[in-house]
């Protein structure tokens, strides 16, 4: 019994030190198992590549022609320019012709957390909240940047019925150079396409190069959980150092690592369920950059050289803003990787086969709730053999109870002589003190996979199951489900084997009621998951012992 406990402490240490470790890659610090997380490589060779202070990467300009951190500070009210509205079936955004900035977007089809009358802005520029979209033109003095004044000259900023797209079109002419800023949005879609067509209106060549990032302050989204950690930073994606988040405090300490010079991938700002990513034209290197402003603002982005641009010619360059949920199957459309930001960690091999499935049976049943219902099912018949080969040798050693309380009463504090006379015993009565905590162990990852895939899937957020749950993305609104649970767990206290420890007896007492008052803070999609998971796992076990029991002990 002192092995099998012994293994059971393990199982649950080692359980405890994946959660920590996925916990520590969520923030975006270094794992324990030495894997990058994109803020945890060799610091001293950011400090050498990144320009000093706040000023963006030199791309193919000096870096003193570069908008600084100045520029994302609210202007006075004199320089303040008009904010326009430009709404679309799934988006209302708003865009400023100051820089032309896209300073707020509303998500029209999913509802706030705190007023679910309300979409929720992701984007968003106010005395309380700082999530905006910039871009503009380096390497020319003067040339238009983010906090120079545009012209809007398109007239429609609506997306009409029967119309697939609208485009938005504004001009700025500063420095001898013309930029018209195109904004191009389409029905059903959350992605944005940003173009910049560059005239050369000087009488020497001039060599621009295109800026576009993502400026936010490092307050946490609305509506994050204080009982469980999802990332909130920026990110970075190639195919030579693949996903990379970034913690905001190594951009402000300066030892953000990440891969600098590409020509492919994507740069994004992540936060639970939803994400701001910019898509750079593929093929056209460019230098990738993160950055601390003042106050607690941060910005991620990238600078593109357009080249040199005769007297009286053109260049143009496009890129993808997708500004929108981490739905998993748009994301894969959109870039490759890009839906990683989904993150599930080091369990991706078995959470992404999982979601699948998930969403499979959604399909089937039409309801998200029933869909992980019969999901936990197939995922307990999948593993019925081997949950039944831990059961039956659970039953065996519970027959052996009686016997190793009165070895332990029999030698007291002599462990070695213990310890002998359990083998011993165990030999004799042909059991695997072990033998029940195996088939846990392998199922372990299978279900902390299905945790992760329930708690990043922005298809639980306001998805009602039946009755009071209305919205498996946050907590049970009447804790019953958590109750639910709190019960389970101490019918499955009572299947298990008495320990003959009484102190290790009281802490599996206290145990479910632990669970419980954590589980009333989870969404409650996890609960139901964790709540028919147990009632499986109870019959089981049941019927097992029962059967056991029954046939004299002989399994």
């Known amino acids: 019994m002192e092995t099998r406990r012994m293994i059971l402490w393990m199982i649950f240490s080692v359980s405890l030190f994946m959660l920590w470790d996925n ?16 803020s945890s490589q060799d610091a001293s060779a950011q400090k050498k590549a990144s320009a000093p202070g706040n000023e963006l990467p030199s791309a193919a300009s000096p870096a003193s022609t570069l908008p600084g951190a100045e520029s994302s500070q609210p202007l006075p ?9 430009v709404t679309t079936d799934v988006m209302r955004v708003q865009i400023d012709t100051l820089g032309g900035q896209i300073t707020q977007v509303e998500l029209l089809n999913h509802p706030a957390v705190e007023k679910a009358s309300e979409p929720i802005k992701l984007l968003e520029s106010g005395k309380a909240r700082t999530y905006v979209a910039q871009s503009g033109l380096v390497g020319v003095p003067g040339a238009p940047n983010h906090k120079t004044p545009y012209r809007l000259v398109s007239e429609q900023n609506t997306l009409k019925d029967g119309e697939s797209q609208l485009q938005i079109v504004l001009e700025s002419e500063a420095g001898g150079v013309r930029n018209q800023l195109k904004y191009t949005f389409k029905r059903a879609h959350y992605d944005i396409e940003i173009s910049h067509k560059v005239a050369n209106a000087a009488e020497v060549p001039v060599s621009p190069s295109i800026y576009v990032q993502l400026t936010r302050d490092d307050t946490a989204p609305e509506g994050e959980s204080k009982f469980y950690s999802t990332f909130t930073g920026p990110a970075v994606y190639s195919e030579e150092g693949k996903y990379q988040k970034i913690d905001f405090p190594s951009i402000a300490k300066n030892s953000a690592t990440f891969v600098k010079n590409a020509d492919n991938g ?40 357009l080249g040199v641009v005769a007297p009286g010619a053109s260049a143009q360059q ?64 999948l593993f019925f053999p081997l949950s039944a080969a831990s059961y039956k040798s659970m039953a065996k050693m519970r027959t052996l109870t009686p016997r190793l309380t009165r070895l332990r009463e029999q030698y007291g504090d002599d462990r070695a002589r213990l310890n002998q006379a359990m083998m011993e015993l165990y030999k004799t009565e042909k059991i695997n003190p072990i033998g029940g905590c195996l088939p846990v162990v392998i199922q372990i990852p299978v279900f902390l996979a299905l945790y992760w895939v329930l708690l990043a899937s922005v298809e639980m957020r306001n998805a009602p199951w039946l009755g009071w749950i209305q919205d498996l993305a946050t907590p049970d609104p009447y804790f019953i489900l958590p109750v639910i649970m709190a019960v389970s767990m101490f019918v499955q206290t009572k299947l298990n084997p008495t320990p ?19 589980f009333l803070f989870f969404p409650s999609g996890l609960v139901l998951y964790w709540v028919v998971n147990n009632i499986l796992s109870i019959t089981q076990q049941w019927y097992i012992t029962r059967a056991f029991d029954t046939s004299g002990n002989k399994a």
């Open 23 to 38: 916990y520590q890659r969520s923030i975006g610090n270094p794992t324990l198992f030495g894997m990058t997380t994109g």
């Open 77 to 85: 009210v004199e320089l303040a320019t008009k904010r326009f509205e």
């Open 266 to 305: 994507w740069l994004a700002m992540v936060q639970h369920y939803f994400v701001s990513a910019i898509i750079p034209p593929a093929n056209v290197t460019r230098e990738n950059y993160v950055r601390k402003l003042d106050g607690n603002l941060y910005s991620i982005g990238y600078v593109s050289s």
């Open 318 to 381: 496009s890129a993808i803003l997708y500004l929108g949920p981490q739905s998993q199957r748009v994301l894969e459309n959109m870039a490759p990787g890009l839906e990683l930001v989904r993150d599930y960690g080091w369990l991706t091999i078995i959470a992404k086969p999982l979601f699948w499935l998930l969403e499979n049976l959604f399909a089937l049943v039409k309801n998200w709730g029933w869909a992980i219902v019969l999901l936990t099912v197939i995922v307990k018949l």
């Open 500 to 518: 003959p420890d009484p102190v290790q007896a009281k802490v599996m007492l206290f145990m479910p009621i632990i669970f419980s008052v954590m």
